[in-house]
């Protein structure tokens, strides 16, 4: 095996390991709402589409199989807002980092009703359309491997500053936590063997009005 085809298989074997991004298929009860949670880092650019499954190919939609759906960061900012829809989809770039909810809600209807949906959600690497990347570009399939890797290398390195970042504030944390516990150690000494010092002196001016000692 030749240096080339050492290095073809090596980017083969890290984009295979770079994480697979399914769909989600779900059933929500009208009446009730269903939330999906999702990580994502700060500025990273996050893309979704939702519909409601049609089981009747051929057969349109009723009209009852319509849903609202939101998307709200941890600090409850909207992203995006979509309500008496089939379909849609939403598409931004984080600017807090922290769970992202996406929440679906089906109006109330007698009887009820379980409306499948489909949804499908990828940030960071995941949100680019690389089969888009590959057909604008028209680049071989070599070159269509290596972009693919050489942004899952950026994600991941980005990655590993942010939990560098989060290390370095947890050790701030525990320094700031371990020195405020010492002062605490000693303030609590001080005022035990003030506290001691005290009944001493009481005892002793008690003993001595007494003349016991």
Request: a negative charge; aromatic letters at 10%.
């Amino acid at each position: 095996m030749n240096l080339e085809q050492l290095f073809i298989w090596v980017v083969l074997i890290l984009v295979g390991l770079s994480p697979i991004v399914q769909s989600l298929r779900f059933e929500l009860e009208s009446g009730h709402t269903k939330c999906i949670a999702e990580d994502i880092k700060s500025n990273s650019m996050t893309v979704g589409h939702y519909s409601v499954a049609n089981p009747n190919e051929g057969v349109p939609l009723p009209e009852s199989h319509r849903i609202t759906v939101k998307v709200t960061s941890s600090y409850g900012n909207s992203y995006h807002s979509s309500e008496n829809v089939q379909s849609g989809q939403f598409s931004f770039q984080a600017a807090e980092a922290g769970d992202y909810l996406a929440c679906f809600f089906a109006a109330d209807h007698q009887p009820p009703l379980k409306i499948p949906i489909e949804f499908d959600w990828r940030s960071g690497v995941a949100a680019k359309d690389w089969s888009n990347v590959a057909k604008k570009g028209s680049v071989d399939a070599m070159e269509y491997e290596l972009k693919k890797l050489a942004d899952t290398i950026t994600s991941i390195q980005d990655e590993m500053f942010y939990l560098r970042e989060r290390e370095r504030e947890m050790q701030e944390l525990n320094r700031v936590t371990n020195s405020r516990m010492a002062w605490l150690s000693f303030l609590s000494l001080f005022i035990c063997l003030s506290v001691a010092g005290m009944q001493v002196w009481h005892l002793k001016s008690f003993f001595e009005k007494k003349k016991l000692i």
